[in-house]
């Protein structure tokens, strides 16, 4: 839900709204609990496709093992530390240096051994990685094309590309803007619904940078499943890319 990218794409106002998050991030029911939530769901998409693109084995609990990975955009860490214990070299970059203390913090307490950098992704040269995940960054990012090119030249040439984000639909502006912020299941400011993104519009950012998208899968809720993938990608999706 941070932002880390290019200097040409990073919001100031966008990581001060999420540093002020840090310590709570790690709470699941405090300010951050709809992530906590999610996380699992995003998990879930991205074991099967680590599984399917590196050909590991579904069974092994470190399908990750001698493999680097980077997690742009990394809150306090909830998605950096399973890739940690999935066997991964992780590093996790982040745009709000309060983020990046309670990852350190939080995984120093896991017995994690996890790289946290603070600041723009290209000024870091970080790279290359058989991994790199971005989870509900994009629609926080000012120039998108930007932040796709500083995404996509961490990875290595083999490597595969991971992201989440909402879809640009009226179902999101109602249920993801208006119904979640007024609530509180999401907090007020979060989300600036004209930032979505459409799968049509991320398919085609990739393709200018050299890579291929994969079928979006949806990230639904319903009452009986709760947040679930499915073929419904009116909220929020995920996808895989990898080079052409």
């Not at 990975?69 to 709000?96: I, K, N, Q, S, Y």
């Amino acid at each position: 839900m941070s932002n880390a990218t290019t200097a040409a794409t990073i919001r100031p106002e966008e990581a001060a709204h999420f540093g002020k998050l840090a310590a709570e991030w790690w709470d699941p029911k405090g300010s951050s609990a709809m992530l906590h939530k999610l996380n699992p769901v995003r998990l879930a998409f991205l074991r099967e496709a680590i599984d399917s693109h590196f050909d590991a084995d579904p069974k092994t609990l470190r399908p990750l093992a001698g493999k680097r990975a980077l997690d742009v955009g990394c809150g306090a860490g909830l998605l950096a530390e399973p890739l940690a214990r999935m066997g991964a070299a992780v590093t996790a970059v982040d745009a709000a240096e309060e983020n990046i203390a309670a990852a350190q913090a939080h995984a120093a307490g896991s017995g994690l051994a996890i790289d946290y950098r603070h600041g723009e992704l290209a000024a870091l040269g970080l790279g290359p990685f058989d991994l790199v995940t971005s989870m509900e960054v994009i629609e926080h990012v000012a120039d998108k094309a930007a932040f796709i090119a500083g995404l996509v030249a961490t990875v290595a040439a083999d490597g595969l590309l991971v992201l989440s984000t909402p879809n640009r639909t009226a179902a999101s502006r109602l249920l993801l803007v208006g119904a979640a912020e007024t609530v509180g299941m999401v907090p007020k400011g979060t989300h600036h619904w004209e930032d979505f993104i459409t799968p049509l519009e991320l398919s085609d950012l990739l393709a200018e940078a050299g890579f291929a998208m994969g079928n979006p899968k949806g990230i639904s809720w319903s009452p009986l499943k709760g947040l679930h993938l499915s073929d419904d990608l009116s909220l929020n999706y995920i996808v895989t890319a990898v080079r052409t």
